[in-house]
């Protein structure tokens, strides 16, 4: 084995292992789970069987692509503005709860005081 | 006619309790929305005998106007005015911003900073508030020389109907849009502004995109930004 294939070998198995752990403490949803598991398996498959990499060149052939470099890159740059739009939206639904629960809570503070004020 | 002065504060420690103070003489009530201050803002406030909402995170303008009509709309005043703690209003004013409402010539009143000794008003921001306000006016089919200005008056039903959803500069339009939508009528009355060199704070370019963004969908929208109860 090549050095690059075991670094990336197991660069893949921890990340796949860590991800798994992540799925099991509930702090990825399966979707994202499925996205990082396609990724690591791509990445063991790479350093462990480097003829897979080559096994691309039929699809992007088919794709009309003129090597594999091509289709990874590209679906790769695909994959992470998708990922950007998702994360974006995510982040701007946090960002509305995040204000209302600031909303909400100066303004139960206020009341607890008034009514504090009140009994006092 | 109960009026409460609802006044969104960010670092105002050296103006607001000056500005409470005179306020206090033409409204029944302060109300202070304190927008995560770093300074004595809160503390001055309600020495100087103003109701205080702390949020514990800022969230601009339009979410401490959001928070203080929430919280003006749980009493049963009649009349709400909003105006900036920095001092670039002046309470002296006050009277003039309400006559409209008290004289049941209107729903909401703006104080338009256009209308008299427009100058005063840096030159990029007057041309930036030019454009918002044609803009603006072309949205809700009434002529307003300053569509961005924060010292207004509403009639308690117009902020039970209009409920802005903008945490940021865009409330400005979409409360005017809104009210358009309401069937409320919407005057101006010449107010002059006070701009201290070191203090000029405000929308930017990129707030005046969004802003001119929102009002054209919102516009477009059927049923606008959002309507309902708070």
């Known amino acids: ?32 789970y499925s996205l990082w598991m396609a990724v690591w398996v791509a990445l063991i498959l790479v350093g462990t069987v480097p003829q897979f990499y080559y096994a691309l060149i039929l699809v992007t052939q088919a794709l009309g692509m003129l090597t594999p470099i091509h289709f990874v890159t590209t679906f790769s740059i695909l994959a992470l503005f998708a990922a950007t739009y998702v994360l974006g939206k995510r982040i701007a639904e946090l960002n509305e709860k995040v204000n209302k629960i600031t909303q909400h809570i100066a303004l139960m503070n206020t009341n607890n005081k008034k009514k504090k004020d009140r009994h006092s | 006619m109960r009026v409460v002065c609802i006044i969104p504060a960010l670092n105002e420690e050296t103006t607001i309790e000056r500005i409470i103070s005179e306020a206090l003489k033409h409204c029944d009530t302060i109300l202070v929305v304190d927008d995560n201050s770093e300074d004595r803002t809160a503390e ?109 008056a509403y009639r308690r039903q117009v902020l039970e109907y209009a409920v802005h959803r903008a945490w940021d500069y865009r409330w400005a339009s979409e409360i005017l849009v809104l009210a358009t939508k309401g069937n409320f009528r919407i005057k101006e009355v010449p107010v002059k502004a006070v701009y201290l060199p070191k203090r000029q704070r405000g929308a930017n370019i990129k707030d005046g995109f969004r802003i001119l963004y929102s009002t054209i969908r919102g516009t477009r929208e059927k049923e606008g930004f959002t309507q309902g109860k708070r």
């Open chain 1, 1 to 32: 084995m090549e050095p690059y294939e075991i670094a990336a070998t197991a660069f893949g198995i921890i990340m796949l292992l860590f991800t798994t752990r992540e799925l099991i403490r509930r702090r990825i949803g399966l979707l994202q």
């Open chain 2, 44 to 152: 001055l406030s309600l020495q100087a005998g103003a109701t205080v909402v702390r949020h514990i995170l800022r969230l601009g303008t339009g979410g401490a106007l959001s928070t203080g009509f929430a919280a003006a709309l749980k009493t049963d005043y009649d009349v709400f005015l909003t105006m900036d703690g920095d001092g670039q209003h002046r309470p002296d004013e006050i009277p003039v911003v309400l006559d409209p409402i008290v004289k049941q010539e209107a729903d909401v009143a703006i104080g338009s900073r256009f209308l008299k000794h427009p100058e005063a008003m840096p030159l990029l921001k007057r041309m930036g508030n030019r454009a918002l306000s044609i803009a603006t006016s072309l949205a809700i089919g009434t002529k307003i020389t300053d569509s961005q200005s924060g010292f207004r």
